[in-house]
């Protein structure tokens, strides 16, 4: 399977700006023969806005945005946006194959301060589905730091995980340390797909990586702009952990 990663600034509530930047990088990812392409957290309409709510619309609404995208550019889209249900909103992930079908809807289940706890409600379960013959399912940012949620996951026989991520300063050592150790940790890929730049009084770190299931680092960006595009190789056996079944309670 070949992953994608967008790492870029926040469209800042400007939605034309992120579904055009989406269906470039589509396309970008697509044409490199990309199976998916993930883009960070509350990329509808940007994480720190204002008001996320202003430009939040229903998953259904979001799907009916993006399958044209992925049908176009023949490619997976996994994007993090603000939905709206009803009188509540939810920090989620819309994840679509490139046939432009709905895989998953995650809503965020592990809100991150004060100000996440302000606007959105938080999620209740994770779903797992099928990308590629792979288990996989959907994280966001604070809830990969979450070594009993990857546990869980991997439990279920989770493969790959998926996680659109707003990782700010001085928060740098997530994607260089705890993202690489739960995915070594649990025998579990993930794609950690951050922003960049300046966001309002928010300075993100980048560093958008995939690592896979034995701990290979196999693309990480540092703090520009960037389309990560690489393999997602079966693991090295002799480096899988062993955990689930070593685990001996005292």
């Known amino acids: 399977m070949r992953i994608a990663l967008w790492q870029g600034p ?16 589509a396309i970008a990812a697509g044409a490199a023969g990309a199976e998916m392409v993930v883009f960070p957290e509350v990329f509808l309409p940007g994480y720190n806005v204002a008001d996320p709510g202003i430009g939040a619309r229903s998953a259904e ?8 995208l992925a049908q176009a550019a023949g490619c997976g889209l996994t994007v993090g946006l603000a939905e709206r249900a009803g009188d509540e909103l939810y920090n989620s992930a819309l994840c ?17 301060g004060p100000r996440e706890a302000r606007f959105y409600r938080p999620g209740r379960e994770i779903p797992v589905f ?29 493969e790959l995980i998926l996680c659109p ?8 050592h997530v994607p260089n340390l705890t993202v690489p150790s739960q995915a070594v940790n649990h025998a579990v890929a993930i794609a950690y797909a951050n922003y960049c730049g300046v966001e309002g009084d928010l300075t993100y770190v980048g560093g958008s990586v995939l690592v896979n299931a034995d701990g290979a680092i196999l693309a990480k960006a540092g703090e520009a702009p960037a389309l990560l595009i690489a393999d997602l190789p079966a693991p090295d056996p002799v480096l899988l952990s062993t955990q689930l079944t070593d685990f001996r309670p005292v």
């Open 10 to 25: 926040s469209p800042e509530g400007d939605l034309s700006l992120a579904l055009t930047t989406i269906g470039r990088m």
């Open 61 to 68: 609404e979001w799907l009916a945005e993006l399958a044209p």
């Open 96 to 112: 679509l194959d490139a046939s432009g079908k709905m895989l998953a809807l995650y809503r965020k289940t592990q809100l991150f």
């Open 130 to 158: 099928r990308l590629g013959g792979k288990r996989c399912a959907l994280l966001i940012c604070y809830d990969i730091e979450f070594a009993p949620l990857i546990r869980d996951l991997a439990e279920r026989g989770v």
């Open 165 to 172: 991520t707003a990782n700010m300063v001085p928060f740098a």
